[in-house]
């Protein structure tokens, strides 16, 4: 089973840039995607980005487009750069994996059976 850990949550401003990193360790799957996922205070957890390792593939949540960007550092982490993050931004952000196979649905969290324990964003206006 892979363990996923979740670093770079903080308190910041409207506008302000963060960079969140997530790292797997243990056993990881075959054809992995991963993913980033936040659920804001009071609300549903919703998809952010993820990064599909065969094809070096990247998705977004259409919000995100042009602001955000995921990118991988080595075969089991990777980072989500925000940029010119909002306040109904605050939320709790989660990594999470997910073995890829046909059918695979990449913005819906059920899909996914290894997560990490979330790392908090706070923006402030």
């Known amino acids: 089973q892979a363990q996923l850990v979740e670093s770079g949550g903080g308190s910041l401003q409207t506008g302000d840039s963060l960079r969140l990193s997530c790292a797997a360790s243990?056993?990881?799957?075959?054809?992995?995607?991963m993913s980033w996922f936040r659920q804001p205070p009071q609300k549903k957890r919703e998809f952010v980005a993820a990064?599909?390792?065969?094809?070096?593939?990247s998705y977004y949540a259409d919000s995100m487009k042009g602001r955000f960007t995921i990118s991988h550092n080595g075969a089991k982490a990777i980072n989500l750069q925000m940029n010119s993050l909002k306040p109904e931004e605050t939320a709790l952000y989660y990594c999470?994996?997910?073995?890829?196979?046909?059918?695979?649905?990449?913005?819906?969290?059920?899909?996914?059976?290894?997560w990490g324990q979330g790392t908090k964003v706070t923006v402030s206006s």
């Open positions: 999470a994996m997910a073995e890829v196979e046909a059918g695979t649905k990449t913005e819906d969290y059920l899909e996914y059976t290894c």
């Open positions: 243990g056993r990881t799957f075959t054809n992995p995607i």
């Open positions: 990064f599909k390792w065969s094809g070096s593939r």
